[in-house]
């Protein structure tokens, strides 16, 4: 990865921004970088050692830390000064600061950490993480979410970047789920549309409580190389896909899997897919009952184990002629 300063977002809040930064950090310091760390504003934490920096030194063993200001209450670094009475970070001097660590690094890394989302407020003339990335000359790493809604997050917050002429070094899945679901399995490829470029990574949910060797291990599968890692997003979807063939659901009558994931899905509203997939849930033997019965010119899905598969198939009636190709 090229750059001393590399700022992290997200998409909003609880996405994985500190374990990606984490993540980010171990993989440098691992190689023999000089890496630092700087949180502008942490919020929702009272004074004392707790909080994000903590989390990224006892993963990442990056010992460089360095958090500017501090407010107790869980809102976004404008409100939560407000809150407490006392005046807002100004980013204008936290881009000085950071600009001289970066300095002092020297071929280092500074990896600087914002809170929330892109465009939360800093002080009340609205400044944001954009604007610090826009004063540090900084590319911003996205991390996001993998379920429903993630993808006008991630758009939106693309769209920003783009608009304000910042650099993306990528987009990161902050808690890829152990087992995903039909909606998580898809957006593993649309948010690699969105990004116009693979993936940047997926880090596993619950790499927070990993030992700090397992983190660094964690990391290294979860980053792509630009980071470091091994992460392969193209691989990753092929062995999703792979699975799903070899049982995890199949597409009766026979239509090929790729073909009713990427093709008939995106033309059905996410309400019907939702309340399908409960449906098929629900009523299991009605469901096997009823593929004889399908509509002459129609595929039937039926799901066939949902519980080790995570949906990747529903059960549902739904037109060929919705999608094309097979």
Known sequence: MTGPVLVVTGTGTEVGKTVVTAAVAALAAARGTRVAVVKPVQTGEPPGPSGDLQTVRRLSGVTATHELARFPDPLSPEAAARAAGRPPLDLAEAAVFIKQLAADAGS???LVEG?????VRYDPAGATIADLAAMLGAPVLV??????????????????????????AGVVIGAWPAD?????RANLTDLAVL????LAGALPAGAARLSRAGFLAAARAGLGPVFGGTFNDQATSSSLTENHQAGCGRVRPALSTRWAIRELMPGIALEELVHAVLVADQ????RRSSESGAPAGHAYWLVTSPSRCGYLAMAGVASPGSATGA
């Open 115 to 119: 809170a929330g989302g892109l465009l």
């Open 108 to 110: 280092g890394l500074i």
């Open 180 to 184: 995903p679901g039909l909606a998580e």
């Open 143 to 168: 991390v996001t979410a993998p379920g429903l809604g993630t993808l006008n997050h991630t758009a939106l917050t693309l769209e920003a970047l783009a608009t304000r002429r910042l650099a993306i």
């Open 195 to 198: 990004a116009g470029r693979p």
């Open 283 to 286: 009523d299991h033997h009605r």
